[in-house]
T-cell receptor
């Protein structure tokens, strides 16, 4: 069936640097999401995105975070600069109608 | 804010036995939330197992059932006879009522690891 792809599965970065997490959503989906899961905690909503715009974001979506989907390609989450507390697994999701389909996640380790 | 509680971090069941995974919720909106069960099989992304948006209704999929109980604010997941292939992580989740699933703003529980042994 259709899949949301997140590559790579693990990224390691030094604190203060910029990182971009890439998501390849299902091709005909129109709604896109990012979730964050810190080790041992629940997955938490970060942001949703539709028609080129952020629809809603949570308090976890700090000013250092941004999302975009240029030219209908990857849906990206950029963190600039990164902080130690950004270490987590980030899940991308997409939907057309109904409940979103999730990727396997990218583990971000900030050293 | 809204919250979802799954009391069991891990459940181990023998194949062909019955299963129940507990889920309770707390929602701050006046109307009743939409309730979901998601599942993550090994090596795959999270996928929807079933959903119920009306209190009192039951959802079912792949032999699993869950009933939306507004009195006890519960949405327990049950299966009469599990198979080894059901081994996965199961997440209970909700969205506020009247938001529509397209907002994708789900509140998740911690997840329950289900291990089914032969």
């Amino acid at each position: 069936g259709p899949k949301v792809l997140q590559i790579p599965s693990h990224q390691i970065i030094d604190m203060g640097q910029m990182v971009t997490l890439n998501c390849d959503p299902v091709s005909n989906h129109l709604y896109f999401y990012w979730y964050k899961q810190i080790l041992g905690q629940q997955m938490e909503f970060l942001v949703n995105f539709y028609n080129g715009k952020v629809m809603e974001k949570s308090k976890l979506f700090k000013d250092q975070f941004s999302v975009e989907r240029p030219d209908g390609s990857y849906f990206t989450l950029k963190i600039q600069p990164t902080a130690l507390e950004d270490s987590a697994v980030y899940f991308c999701a997409s939907s057309l109608v109904g409940a979103p389909l999730f990727g396997e996640g990218t583990r971000l380790s900030v050293l | 804010g809204d919250s979802v509680t799954q009391t069991e971090g891990q459940v181990t069941v023998s194949e062909s036995k019955s299963l129940i995974i507990n889920c309770t919720y707390s929602a701050t909106s006046i109307a009743y939330p939409n309730l979901f069960w998601y599942v993550r099989y090994p090596g795959e992304g999270l996928q929807l197992l079933l959903k119920v948006i009306t209190a009192g209704q039951k959802g079912s999929s792949r032999g699993f059932e869950a009933t939306y109980n507004k009195e006890t604010t519960s949405f327990h997941l049950q299966k009469a006879s599990v198979q080894e292939s059901d081994s996965a992580v199961y997440y209970c989740a909700l969205t506020p009522a009247n938001t529509g699933a397209n907002t994708g703003k789900l509140t998740f529980g911690h997840g329950t690891i289900l291990r089914v042994h032969p």
